[in-house]
């Protein structure tokens, strides 16, 4: 019924944003009401028992049972406010029972009968007060421990987990207006993916790129890179912030060479399957970002912008003229250590940009 009560009028602005909070607080109520007036049915029971209590004494008790159950299912609403509202309502409901059921010609009747305190009555009210408030107190914070997985779990679609974990307990704040940092940044991107695409079904390309990018960005995880944006089937990756590592190169061209040799899995499996494989072309470069969210009010995104992304994405670019899989610049080549292999292709000009860059193309000394 609740359901349907004013609901045209409430689904309406300016009522819509009050609507869901006004049927949960009326189910509140009904549930109260309704408990209360079982207990006073089932009460009636109790009296004439082995128990030996009135109908005065017994009423009370079972409302105080039943109340503290309502409440502690009430604490899976995730809200303080409710869990004291629900206590609230529940002792007007019970007290208000008690008086019709029972019959009493006044207030001071129910609590103090012949000048004595009611000793029932006040353990339904002190019962009701204090388990509201312990249930508001678990709901809070039940409901913070749910708010906090639920945003680890989002962050970690795009970070890994470590990051994601610094970043809900506050020791990273993403929540900045702009931060340079320097960092390794990662560009991907499938080299004939235009050419697969008009050759397969759109359901087996999707199929694809879905088990594509899961791989690769586990890969991406696995050495502490930060998913930045998947861009069409390419992929953008960055390392050194916004959490300083300083092997953040070596980790970014240890995920490029890693990417590789998952591509040729993947083109096992496709001429297998009789499908032409796929090439891909990395481009890393390391200098410096600018860390923030950018957007609309509607829509924020956490990236990095700036001359040092853009020659990442250049150098990728570069990989099918170079006939390389892998190219990275001067500047990250000279954070690397003796655990790759370089190849000097010179100075070379990256399209949008006055200045020539010295670049390499790389590979793991397990390479063949």
Same mark, same amino acid.
């Given at each position: 019924?609740?359901?349907?009560?004013?609901?045209?009028?409430f689904?309406?602005?300016?009522?819509?944003?009050?609507? &869901?909070?006004l049927?949960?607080?009326?189910?509140i109520?009904?549930?109260?009401?309704?408990?209360t007036?079982?207990?006073?049915?089932l009460?009636?029971? @109790?009296?004439?028992t082995?128990?030996?209590? &009135?109908?005065?004494?017994?009423l009370?008790?079972?409302m105080f049972?039943l109340?503290?159950?309502?409440?502690?299912i009430?604490?899976?609403?995730?809200s303080?406010? &409710?869990?004291m509202?629900?206590?609230?309502?529940?002792?007007?409901a019970?007290?208000?029972?008690?008086y019709y059921?029972?019959?009493y010609?006044?207030?001071?009747?129910?609590?103090?009968?012949?000048?004595?305190?009611?000793?029932?009555?006040?353990?339904?009210i002190?019962?009701?007060?204090?388990?509201?408030a312990f249930?508001?107190?678990?709901s809070?914070?039940?409901?913070?421990?749910?708010?906090?997985s639920k945003r680890?779990?989002?962050?970690?679609?795009?970070?890994?987990?470590?990051?994601a974990?610094?970043?809900?307990?506050?020791?990273?704040d993403?929540?900045?207006?702009g931060?340079?940092?320097?960092?390794?940044?990662l560009f991907?991107d499938?080299?004939?993916f235009?050419t697969?695409?008009?050759e397969?079904?759109?359901?087996?390309v999707l199929?694809f790129?879905n088990?594509?990018?899961n791989?690769?960005?586990d890969?991406?995880?696995?050495?502490?890179g930060?998913?930045?944006?998947?861009?069409?089937d390419g992929?953008?990756?960055?390392?050194?912030?916004p959490?300083?590592?300083?092997d953040?190169?070596?980790?970014?061209v240890?995920?490029?060479?890693?990417m590789?040799?998952k591509?040729n899995?993947?083109?096992?499996l496709r001429v297998?399957?009789?499908?032409?494989?796929?090439?891909?072309?990395i481009?890393?470069h390391?200098?410096?970002?600018?860390?923030?969210?950018?957007?609309?009010d509607?829509?924020?995104?956490?990236?990095?912008?700036?001359?040092?992304?853009?020659?990442a994405?250049?150098l990728?670019?570069?990989?099918?003229?170079?006939?390389?899989? @892998?190219?990275?610049?001067?500047?990250t080549?000279?954070?690397?250590?003796?655990?790759?292999?370089f190849?000097?292709?010179?100075?070379?000009?990256?399209?949008?940009?006055?200045?020539?860059?010295?670049?390499?193309?790389?590979?793991?000394?397990?390479?063949?």
């Amino acid at each position: 019924v609740l359901v349907f009560i004013d609901i045209r009028q409430f689904r309406k602005p300016p009522f819509n944003r009050y609507y &869901s909070r006004l049927v949960k607080y009326m189910y509140i109520t009904l549930d109260a009401a309704a408990y209360t007036y079982l207990v006073a049915a089932l009460a009636q029971g @109790i009296t004439g028992t082995q128990f030996d209590l &009135s109908i005065q004494s017994a009423l009370p008790l079972a409302m105080f049972v039943l109340g503290v159950i309502l409440l502690f299912i009430g604490i899976l609403r995730f809200s303080w406010v &409710s869990c004291m509202y629900t206590g609230a309502a529940y002792l007007c409901a019970a007290f208000i029972v008690q008086y019709y059921t029972l019959n009493y010609k006044d207030t001071g009747q129910m609590f103090h009968p012949d000048g004595n305190i009611r000793v029932s009555q006040l353990v339904l009210i002190y019962g009701i007060v204090l388990s509201s408030a312990f249930a508001s107190l678990v709901s809070q914070r039940l409901r913070a421990i749910v708010t906090k997985s639920k945003r680890q779990e989002e962050l970690e679609r795009f970070l890994p987990d470590v990051v994601a974990r610094q970043i809900v307990s506050g020791q990273t704040d993403l929540n900045t207006g702009g931060l340079r940092s320097t960092a390794t940044i990662l560009f991907s991107d499938i080299r004939n993916f235009t050419t697969m695409a008009e050759e397969e079904s759109p359901e087996e390309v999707l199929a694809f790129l879905n088990s594509y990018f899961n791989d690769m960005i586990d890969i991406i995880f696995h050495y502490n890179g930060t998913l930045d944006k998947i861009i069409g089937d390419g992929i953008m990756a960055i390392y050194g912030a916004p959490i300083r590592q300083p092997d953040a190169p070596a980790n970014a061209v240890r995920t490029a060479i890693d990417m590789i040799h998952k591509l040729n899995d993947f083109n096992a499996l496709r001429v297998l399957q009789n499908k032409a494989p796929i090439q891909i072309g990395i481009g890393i470069h390391t200098g410096d970002v600018i860390l923030g969210n950018v957007g609309s009010d509607k829509r924020m995104d956490f990236t990095a912008i700036g001359d040092t992304v853009n020659t990442a994405a250049r150098l990728e670019a570069l990989t099918r003229e170079k006939n390389t899989p @892998i190219l990275i610049s001067s500047s990250t080549r000279r954070q690397l250590n003796g655990d790759f292999q370089f190849q000097n292709l010179g100075m070379v000009s990256l399209k949008g940009k006055k200045t020539m860059l010295e670049v390499f193309s790389v590979s793991g000394n397990d390479s063949v």
